[in-house]
């Protein structure tokens, strides 16, 4: 039967036993024989790539093929033996993040990261954007803002600054002058008011939702007080203060 069942590989249980001379057998049955004298061959497993393999792959794609091989990653996972796959680790993505930071001019990391001057900027503010922060207070601002973040001490988005404002928090609220519509924070600089609490626009939520640490723009931000940053906080408290409030 294991001689008929290999020469017909592709034939039924029952053409393999009625070529046995064994006719008239239910089809459980046939199949029970059959599994009980099958084999089931077993998956070859490969060795895993030694460095001297490594090396040689990687001197013949220098060799031959114009790309940088210099972060790739040589595998046989899956049985491919030899294929590169271009996969940066988490060191060389944070080396590479810091590479491109530092070839960032110092007054578009300062501005935030949009490449816009803040001229341009304050030039697409809303109506109601007042007291609008000056160039230099906007990047106080922003670096508040960036050491609060680090240290989670800011409230981000009009419900949540609006809950926490309702709460009795103190803080700096920084609001985003782009903002449109106007109605999703109008409100907002009349809570700050009639809780004495310091607020200021800037001219981008691009810009300080960046300094937050978020690539989504933000529109308002409460930055709270913190004893490792209390010097620069207690700075931008007194220059907010002293902006003119609208009439």
Not at 98 to 114: H, I, L, N, R
Not at 133 to 142: D, G, Q, V
Not at 149 to 169: C, D, M, P, Y
Request: hydrophobic residues 35%; proline residues 5%.
């Amino acid at each position: 039967m294991k001689h008929e069942a290999s020469r017909n590989t592709l034939a039924s249980s029952a053409t393999i036993l009625q070529s046995c001379n064994l006719p008239g057998i239910s089809r459980s049955t046939r199949c029970q024989v059959l599994k009980g004298i099958a084999k089931v061959r077993k998956a070859e497993t490969q060795s895993p790539l030694k460095k001297k393999h490594n090396l040689k792959y990687q001197e013949w794609a220098k060799k031959y093929l114009k790309t940088d091989f210099s972060k790739v990653l040589w595998t046989d996972d899956g049985g491919t033996r030899g294929r590169s796959v271009e996969r940066m680790t988490k060191v060389k993505k944070e080396a590479a993040a810091a590479a491109a930071a530092e070839s960032v001019p110092e007054e578009e990391k300062e501005s935030g990261g949009t490449g816009k001057s803040y001229g341009e900027l304050v030039a697409n503010v809303n109506p109601i954007a007042q007291p609008l922060a000056s160039r230099k207070l906007t990047k106080k601002l922003y670096k508040c803002v960036k050491k609060a973040s680090k240290l989670k001490q800011i409230r981000r988005g009009v419900k949540e600054v609006q809950k926490f404002i309702n709460k009795g928090e103190k803080g700096i609220v920084v609001l985003a002058g782009d903002t449109l519509p106007i109605d999703v924070y109008c409100h907002l600089p009349v809570m700050c008011e009639d809780r004495s609490l310091p607020y200021a626009y800037i001219p981008s939520k691009v810009d300080l939702g960046l300094s937050a640490g978020s690539k989504r723009p933000t529109c308002v931000i409460m930055v709270k007080p913190h004893a490792e940053y209390q010097e620069a906080y207690d700075e931008c408290v007194e220059e907010v203060s002293a902006l003119p409030l609208p009439l």
